[in-house]
């Protein structure tokens, strides 16, 4: 087994059930590191969050994709690149979302910025210090979203029959979150664009996860590492499963990689 990158999913990953990084997992991330392997961070969250999440130590090393892909961020790499919904497309999803919901659970994210068109608080369930802004449909529909997050929207298939040709859309937390993002933005895209800078084959990469906005890169990556708590799809797919998140799964599995 060759392994020159590693690619970390935080939620339900790399982040315990209380949102938080154990030391074992923390050392043995570090360990890899001083070893010369690069670090590379995979999520589904914003700057402001992975800020508050994520020990300092990693934060200085790794290279951080947020937003499943839409936005990466590495002043070492000299790496700033957005890849935002565009916004017709955005704008007819509101649109479509508001006439089939009488009150949706919609917001958008652009860039490090919250948006939504209702209060609301996600603060205790999403381990988040952090809420939206509120503003009219209308000045939601003129940003160009890094991503569009709907919750308690219970007809999800006619939404992915008429737009998941145009847009990457995902259901993920236990079926309770639907992220929609540009084609161009997904995780595997992401870590293969920055795999190319780094002069690292995509066999050699090895990534932990455990849900579906994970699931490209266990397709593109060579050594696909799935948390015991992941999705049975998931799972199937896998190189290996480890152990659960709340059980070091990650550290398990890098403990004798990084020796």
């Known amino acids: 087994m060759k392994v020159s990158a590693v690619v970390l999913d935080l939620d339900g990953t790399y982040l315990d059930s209380r949102k938080q990084v154990s030391e074992r997992n923390l050392k043995a991330v570090l360990a890899c590191h001083e070893q010369g392997i690069p670090i590379l961070i995979a999520t589904a969250r914003p700057p402001r969050s992975v800020q508050d999440l994520l020990p300092e130590p990693i934060r200085n090393i790794g290279v951080i994709i947020y937003y499943n892909g839409a936005l990466i961020i590495n002043e070492a790499l000299n790496l700033r690149e957005h890849y935002p919904i565009n916004p017709a497309i955005s704008k007819e999803l509101m649109d479509y979302i508001f006439t089939h919901e009488s009150d949706p659970y919609l917001s958008v994210e652009a860039e490090d910025s919250w948006f939504s068109s209702r209060e609301l608080d996600y603060m205790e369930m999403m381990h988040i210090n952090h809420k939206p802004r509120v503003v009219s449909l209308e000045e939601m529909q003129l940003l160009s979203p890094s991503k569009i997050l709907i919750s308690h929207y219970d007809d999800v298939q006619p939404l992915i029959d008429r737009f998941g040709h145009k847009v990457n ?21 992401a870590v293969s664009r920055i795999c190319e800078r780094l002069g690292v084959p995509m066999e050699e990469v090895m990534v932990f996860g455990d849900d579906f906005n994970d699931a490209g890169l266990f397709q593109r990556c060579g050594y696909a590492i799935a948390m015991g708590n992941a999705i049975k799809e998931l799972k199937d797919m896998a190189y290996v499963v480890t152990e659960t998140n709340d059980n070091d799964g990650v550290a398990v599995v890098l403990e004798r990689l990084c020796k």
């Open 169 to 189: 859309l995902v259901v993920t937390d236990s079926g309770t979150l639907i992220q929609i993002s540009s084609k161009e933005a997904s995780k595997e895209n």
